[in-house]
Nanobody, 125 residues
């Protein structure tokens, strides 16, 4: 497993931008599929975006497609989530996750075996 630490959350007005970062420890970061999930108060955790170990494949929830971009820097052991055109419905705790196993669905939280502590994103209207 890897240890994950998110940063970059905060309060922003609707239409604004934030960039979340997730720094990982461990030697094998470059072999992990990385994902972002979020959970709003009173709601279930939901998939936001994921990226393959090489960065060659990315996946997005329909609700963020065209507004969010996931990318990674394996040399820095960091994955990022650039969030543009933020909406109040994006308000949630955002979690970074790492999946060491291959062949599992990136859309499902159970596929991931390491999680960060989360960072709060609040979008005001």
């Amino acid at each position: 497993q890897v240890q994950l630490v998110e940063s970059g959350g905060g309060l922003v007005q609707a239409g604004g931008s934030l960039r979340l970062s997730c720094a990982a420890s461990g030697r094998t970061f470059s072999s992990y599929t990385m994902g972002w999930f979020r959970q709003a108060p009173g709601k279930e955790r939901e998939f936001v975006a994921a990226i393959s170990w090489s960065g060659g494949s990315t996946y997005y929830a329909d609700s963020v497609k065209g507004r969010f971009t996931i990318y990674r820097d394996n040399a820095k052991k960091t994955v990022y989530l650039q969030m543009n055109s933020l909406k109040p419905e994006d308000t949630a705790v955002h979690y970074c996750a790492a999946a060491s196993r291959t062949g599992l669905s990136v859309w499902v939280g159970l596929s991931y075996d390491s999680w960060g502590q989360g960072t709060q994103v609040t979008v005001s209207s």
